[in-house]
């Protein structure tokens, strides 16, 4: 069996039974029932998911994937081409967004080379796993062969179950690459029946002119390619990206292996949609860092089902979404593992 | 001149150049701009608030002020009057929810008694400056004397120039009083004219029976007081409580000394409501760390003029929201001071 289908079957639901009893531990706090909210889901679930009551939160690593995109041929981007590998050398140098976010949260950003139009040299914090020179131009046709979109899912996979070995507790996603909100508005298109329009930004900040040429080019891209709603894996290859390729094996691996996975945005969330509607139970590992400023990112959270933790009119992408959202999310596993209960701090409990 | 009237008059407005300088500072950073949202925001408020483009951000308390109500007799509260000390004692120890996630954060916290019903012993991270033993029970007249509430609104102010004194750069406010939801929503009513049923909602956890009660309680103590809309203090004086007055009173210490200040939930956005009310330039320091479940908050923070920063559904007050949002703040900070400009990163600027 290949990598992603041995992945696929890999992926269980999260026990129900560890949920009720990370529960009933932050019942025993030394606070009213429920009053820590969403802290209190963050800890339970994170539990759940490690299988442990007690888990570690310590190594955190943010994969930050690079891609280029043939599609911006067609000028749908504020930014040119060239902006990718420029700012893959600005990760390495840790002074983009991300990497301040990523340091503030103690975590460690790796990039992935996964579909860069440019010959990197190996460099400490660069992962090179490219499986193509960037995307084709989709409107005119295929951004990617089915075996592409696969090769590239198998580079997240493979991370993945890297960072399980080496005992990492959470990995979050992060992406690079010029154009990329353009296959995103496409692939949740495609995969909710929406109309571009609907589903269709400004990404990182074109002006009304540009935006109704970019729904036109996207709309053009699907009826070119009519890819397959119920085929997640046709979507991707037709009108997605090889950044995306690789946060949706990121997402899926890290459900085999049993790790939390925070999604940074619209784009990254693009790729865990794609994970998602491959395996139902991989939602059950995931953690939506953010509510995107781009409009169809609330479609693609509803579809998965996944309730955004920060809502801070964020519109950057790279991961540095999932950075703050991993540690609010540390904070809940630490509610759980640190907080006295009643007994211990001798509080009377409450009567409801 | 006394204290408070002192520090009334050392309140200035924000400088809008600061705003602007910091504001032009974030727009050379390499991301598209304003592509940060609310961070950027976060970075260019501490920055003016603070008077230096490249604030620093490593020394951040919370004072954790608690108090004691006499309205707790009138069965409001799903918790016994005793907890507040246990509470206390808690805090101490580092076991409550307000200490994990202060740690969490890089924040000290510091327990004030400024009217716990108690008498507690000299110790480490308690700072006795008791007004009262508790408020009174205001269904039978005032809970506080207007001195008292001046004494108490005074005892946040000290602690605000000492804090400035000390070199701390950030301060958020956090609370315990059993009861303690009661005050606060009979001051929202009192201020802005709403109804108490409309601004009042379960506190720690109460039922349907004991929330009509408590809504029939405040109703009856606002009949009584009579308090005076146009002065604060008459509000807080006669519906208030001894813990909320000194969270009112260190939000105008920080205006005065050019101090961010981070406002936790309910009961300490009615301390800064009566801050707000009392100065106009106040709300300029003020960080709403965010939207609590209970529903008079909204109010509140549309009253004042400020967006909250989370929404996490919590109800636990002490602290706890504080906490979370001084971390995104000071990333928000990073961002301004550690990312890079296009030009040192020779990164291709973007066309709108």
Do not use: W
Request: with cysteine.
């Amino acid at each position: 069996m290949d990598l992603l289908n041995e992945t696929l079957a890999k992926i269980q639901p999260v026990n129900p039974d560890c949920l009720a009893q990370a529960q009933a531990a932050l019942d025993n706090k030394t606070k009213p029932l429920g009053s820590l909210g969403r802290l209190e889901e963050f800890g339970r679930r994170f539990a759940a998911i490690s299988g442990n009551l007690s888990p570690d939160t310590e190594k955190k690593v943010i994969f930050t994937f690079a891609g280029d995109h043939g599609i911006v041929e067609e000028g749908i981007s504020a930014f040119p081409k060239e902006v990718t590998p420029q700012m893959v050398f600005n990760f390495l140098r840790g002074g983009a967004g991300v990497n301040v976010l990523a340091r503030h949260s103690g975590a460690e950003v790796r990039v992935v080379d996964v579909g860069v139009d440019y010959d990197f040299d190996p460099q400490p914090g660069l992962i090179v796993r490219k499986v193509a020179k960037g995307t084709k131009n989709f409107v005119q046709g295929p951004a990617m062969t089915r075996e592409e979109a696969i090769a590239a899912m198998e580079v997240g996979i493979s991370l993945a179950f890297e960072a399980k070995a080496e005992g990492v507790a959470m990995v979050g996603t992060g992406e690079m690459g010029i154009g990329n909100t353009t296959p995103s508005s496409a692939i949740i298109s495609a995969i909710s029946g929406k109309s571009v329009r609907e589903v269709t930004h400004r990404g990182t900040g074109i002006n009304d002119a540009a935006l109704e040429h970019k729904v036109r080019v996207i709309e053009e891209g699907l009826r070119i390619n009519s890819p397959d709603p119920n085929d997640p894996l046709d979507v991707l290859a037709k009108v997605g990206g090889l950044e995306i390729a690789g946060i949706a094996g990121l997402v899926l691996g890290a459900a085999a292996n049993s790790m939390p996975v925070v999604v940074d945005g619209f784009i990254s969330t693009a790729g865990a949609l794609i994970a998602s509607e491959l395996h139902p139970h991989a939602r059950d590992y995931i953690f939506a860092a953010h509510q995107s400023v781009e409009i169809g990112h609330r479609f693609m959270l509803e579809r998965i089902g996944l309730v955004p933790i920060l809502d801070l009119q964020l519109r950057l992408g790279e991961g540095t979404g999932a950075a703050l959202a991993m540690g609010l999310i540390e904070a809940g596993v630490k509610i759980l593992k640190e907080m006295a209960t009643f007994t211990e701090a001798g509080v009377a409990e409450g009567e409801y």
